[in-house]
């Protein structure tokens, strides 16, 4: 069989495993052929409440306006090409949020690992105004996709920000990640000092209720999620009980092949809140 025919053999072993730390991930020969390739999806989907809708629309047809509901793809209906995915692509415990965010970063790839490439694709669509349609846009490759949403001018998102709904006396915390390297190198901010500084801003706000939105989070850093933590709980916590690395990959017994280690950076250890945590906000 070919390499595609054998990472659908594999994949879902991912989803059965539960740890979204692991992945089949194809070589770097067939990476380089799909970033080549003039056939691909000519949409960006997101995945809401268990249907796909167009984000960004590369193709020539009119009628994919961004928030167009998607029915079918090639007469393969929507309901099943989620169910395939989420049989498939690597989740976190029983949490579907990890598969949701993946598939809303990747579903051309998705698509194209489970379904295969097409010259022409033939879709079936809701728009707006609840008419169901059908249309068929060609195929098309990454570089004039990215030329076209780069013309457009679409923001790049901060990987956090905080929203002050003074309509809801309500502060909404967006997360859209936790990853040190992206906060840090890509987006150049100060997790800590700014988290520190939005509930600052909320105990001054005097608003009672807090909606943290982590829809389509990557993960990350758990010392940033300790660092969260230490403004929502009013009580003393631990993050994680024990840490351990490897020091005999050779051997099978469990605490012949790993060893404990302290590591403060996975929140190992008790940490007590700070003073101006949410709760104590509002005793």
Known sequence: MNEIAFYRILTPLTTF???GHNSIVLSEPALEALRNCNDLFPLDIKCIKNKFYVSNNFSTSPELLPGTEIISI????????L?????NIP??????QYIYGSLNQSFRFYYFVFYGLSEKYTI????????????EVPGTDLITMKTKKEKRKTPHLNPYNLQMLDSMKTALLTLKTLD???????????FKKDISEYFNLIQKSNYTDLIIDLRDNTGG???YVKHLLLYLFNEPFEQCIECRVVKNKEAEIFTQRNKKTWFPLYGIGKYHPKQNNFICIYR
Do not use: W
Request: proline residues 2%.
């Open 17 to 19: 495993i539960q740890d």
């Open 180 to 190: 040190q390297t992206l906060v840090k190198t890509t987006y150049h901010k100060n």
């Open 74 to 81: 090639n007469n393969v209906s929507a309901e099943e090409m």
């Open 221 to 223: 850093n758990p010392d």
């Open 124 to 135: 079936r669509y809701k728009n707006l105004n609840s008419l169901v349609g059908n249309c």
């Open 83 to 87: 169910s395939k995915f989420l049989s």
């Open 91 to 96: 989740q976190e415990g029983h949490n579907l």
